[in-house]
């Protein structure tokens, strides 16, 4: 039986492929950063890291707020997403992202805003 696809609906016109739920959500906080790093990377977004400065995650990785902009540095209009906000949503909101940024037909309707 094959996993669930993460986005059920497109567009006719869409060329992206769906992502498996696999594929975009983590069951840990480490796994989840650097499934995010990679989509940002795999989109040509710029990045940075705003690690912590005291604190550790429960398995000793640096916990940081990590920045990915995707698109022209000049924009007028930008669409902002965060998760993780409070903890253990982040997982969640994480999967999404990783979701949006491997969808090649919104960043490219973003970009064109």
Do not use: N
Request: net charge neutral; charged share 20%; aromatic share 6%.
């Amino acid at each position: 039986m094959s996993a669930p696809p993460l986005l059920a609906r497109r567009s006719p016109r869409a060329k992206s492929a769906v992502m498996s739920v696999h594929t975009g959500f983590s069951r840990s906080y480490a796994e989840a950063r650097q499934k995010f790093l990679a989509a940002a990377r795999a989109a040509g977004a710029t990045l940075a890291d705003f690690p912590h400065p005291t604190m550790r995650g429960s398995a000793g990785e640096e916990l940081a707020i990590d920045v990915a902009w995707a698109g022209d540095a000049e924009a007028r209009r930008v669409l902002l997403v965060s998760s993780g906000v409070h903890g253990v949503e982040g997982y969640c909101g994480s999967g999404a992202q990783v979701a949006l940024l491997a969808d090649a037909d919104l960043l490219a309707a973003c970009a064109c805003a």
